[in-house]
């Protein structure tokens, strides 16, 4: 199999509110839309992020009902997190974890979009030394 491309397709509630989140807060650009589906990503005609679909979509597959909210976090990689969320801030995005140097070696915060899609912005970081170690497995005999 050769994949040629991979991304989350969202059900969300409010397709308009959730586009917009995701535009102004995080620049996506709109790849491709129509009324009841937004294809986002980082460059016209580029490759696609992140989907987002109407309830009520035409298409008629599994995965019509909106998203819950519960069990995905969509993550937002940056060079900066404590800029992005302070400019997240500003822009009046909500804040539901505030900025934390985690000790396996990301500086995060997240934001939640008007659907209830769980942002996770990440910066990554040195791990404090040792951290990953005792996750190691030990070798097979």
Known sequence: MKILSSYPLVTVRDLPASRAFFIGHFGFEAVFEASWVVMLGREAGGAISLGLMAPDH??????SEAFDGRGMIVTVEVE????????????????????HDEPWGQRRFMTVDPSGILVDVVEQIEPTPGYWERFAEAPAA
């Open 80 to 99: 900066d997190a404590a800029e992005a969320c302070a400019a997240l801030r500003r822009g009046g995005a909500p804040i539901v974890y505030d900025l």
């Open 58 to 63: 035409p298409t008629e597959p599994p995965g």
